[in-house]
């Protein structure tokens, strides 16, 4: 069975930066693209930046120009570096990985919070 890990969260002021790392393991099938996710109360799910097979990348306008997605599916792995981090940051934030030809895991989570 895949395993999907993020590390990388805590605690950090407004205005820092925190770098999170996901790593894919276990997998039977080649991974078509691994994104980022992040939940925080009272609000819905949503993607935060993603990597694809061939090179791809996206980033949320809300955190375009400030965070950083890279990685390599066919390294099973996507890193998220968060720059100029803001309390509206601050959210649980999932691995979710896609796999060629099917399926899908998600990470268990890791809590990202922005305070003064």
């Known amino acids: 069975q895949a395993r999907v890990v993020e590390s990388g969260g805590g605690l950090v002021q407004p205005g820092g930066s925190l770098r999170l790392s996901c790593i894919c393991s276990?997998?039977?099938?080649?991974?078509?693209?691994m994104r980022w996710y992040r939940q925080a109360p009272g609000r819905q799910r949503e993607l935060v930046a993603a990597?694809?097979?061939?090179?791809?990348?996206v980033t949320a306008d809300s955190v375009k120009g400030r965070f950083i997605v890279s990685g390599d599916t066919a390294k099973d792995r996507v890193y998220l570096q968060m720059n100029s981090l803001k309390p509206e940051d601050t959210a649980k934030y999932f691995c979710n990985v896609a796999f060629s030809p099917m399926g899908e895991e998600w990470g268990q989570g890791i809590q990202v919070t922005v305070s003064s």
């Open positions: 276990g997998s039977i099938f080649s991974i078509y693209a």
């Open positions: 990597i694809t097979r061939g090179g791809g990348s």
